[in-house]
DNA sequence: CAGTATCCCCTTAGATACTG
DNA sequence: CAGTATCTAAGGGGATACTG
């Protein structure tokens, strides 16, 4: 691989994903499609009107989804992956695999911790 | 792709990187191979001791590195990268080569805006 | 419907000082 | 040398209420 440290530009990418609902916004727009904000906030259990707002905008800032306002009233909004976006729905699969993996690695390990004391 | 957003890996790959220190600190360690707690301090200007410490006793706790203590006067302590810490090692790389299109990406949209603008 | 505006808490991270 | 311990500031994130 041989990544130079100094000119490292992980925490660039990182940046994007970083935020507690950001992920799981991003997977559910991949996977549904263009969805309302209304219909976001449905699919996603827990989460605030203020912190949906908030992380959309980031996301929005980075040209990863996008934001369209049917002038109308009620209002209607409707948010979708960009084409950009979808670049970065690899790495999302990788790390949703490391992840996979890496939750075995740990029971596996306690597993072995578990045996090692008991008698 | 096609990850069902319920059963998303995805943040338990990202807990390992996210860390102001954790990136950088995998990469000099994949790159410069095992260091002592000193090197690593010098190799990562800016860092406090407790930061580092911190982030070193969060990759160990994922066996992504690996400590080693030399039972000696002054102390002597040593890191690297665990067998299992190097699986994360294309996700970094795959992050690093997205950054940089991202920089790019985001110069050239920061160009286009001033362009629209003068005149 | 799709947001703002407030208030509040907790975690992260930095600075600094101390120690076996 | 390789850490702890303590204090503090900044920001992320939650609860709740209000609005065009």
Known sequence: MEIE?????????????????????LLNLMKEGTQRFSELQRNLPGITQKMLTKQLRELEDEDIIKRVVYPQVPPKVEYSITEYGKTIEPILADM???GMKHTQ??????????KSVSF
């Not at 440290?5 to 992980?10: A, I, T």
């Not at 970083?18 to 916004?25: A, L």
């Open 5 to 25: 440290p100094k000119l490292c530009k992980v925490e660039d990418a990182l940046g994007i994903l970083v935020g507690k609902w950001k992920p799981i916004i």
């Open 96 to 98: 949703h695999e490391w």
């Open 105 to 114: 690695h740990k029971q596996q390990k306690a597993q072995r911790e578990v």
